[in-house]
Nanobody, 120 residues
Framework: QVELVESGGGLVQAGGTLTLSCEAS????????MAWYRQAPGKERELVAI??????VNYADSVKGRFTISRDTVQTATLQMNLLNPEDTAVYYC???????????????WGQGTLVTVSS
């Protein structure tokens, strides 16, 4: 069984930096796309950044120039977050699409979420 495990959330002051990591457990053969979403209190979940196969990356306008998504290995993704502000406070979720593992394929998987809190 494949799961996505996130780490790296926490409390940081405005202007600070955090790095989130996401790793797909299990015997992974390949993952097409990996992305980070976030959901702030009282708001809908929104896409923050996505790293597609072929090296294409896209960012939400609100994080462009501050956040960087990278695919470090076939089964991991990192979100480097700089110049954080209180509006970035949210639960951040990792999502993977097109996951090929030993004898099983998943269309998509979500992680459990990690809380990022930015204080002013």
């Amino acid at each position: 069984q494949v799961e996505l495990v996130e780490s790296g959330g926490g409390l940081v002051q405005a202007g600070g930096t955090l790095t989130l990591s996401c790793e797909a457990s299990g015997s992974i053969l390949g993952i097409r796309d990996m992305a980070w979403y976030r959901q702030a209190p009282g708001k809908e979940r929104e896409l923050v950044a996505i790293a597609r196969s072929g090296g294409i990356v896209n960012y939400a306008d609100s994080v462009k120039g501050r956040f960087t998504i990278s695919r470090d290995t076939v089964q991991t993704a990192t979100l480097q977050m700089n110049l954080l502000n209180p509006e970035d406070t949210a639960v951040y979720y990792c999502k993977a699409e097109g996951i090929a593992a030993m004898s099983v394929f998943y269309n998509e998987l979500w992680g459990q979420g990690t809380l990022v809190t930015v204080s002013s």
